[in-house]
């Protein structure tokens, strides 16, 4: 199970694009590794529902691993 992964938040340039995260430091997400330094967007969770789904919730692992193998 993963304990915490540590990003860095990278602000957008304008208000309608989503936030990128940095990855700090390499996961290993059932088995498969994502290197430090991985930009991820996260969730791709619409602005208007960014209250209601955190886009680095629960599912960040998920949205990570998706991420990284579509790359």
Not at 16 to 23: S, Y
Not at 32 to 43: C, H, R
Request: hydrophobic share 35%.
């Amino acid at each position: 199970m993963i304990e915490q992964i540590k990003v860095e938040w990278l602000k957008p340039d304008s208000w309608n694009e989503l936030p990128k995260f940095r990855l700090l430091e390499g996961v290993t997400i059932n088995g498969y590794v994502v290197e430090s330094g991985f930009l991820s967007d996260g969730g791709s969770v619409p602005y208007c529902f960014r209250n209601a789904f955190n886009p680095l919730g629960k599912g960040f692992p998920a949205f990570l691993s998706h991420d990284h193998r579509c790359k």
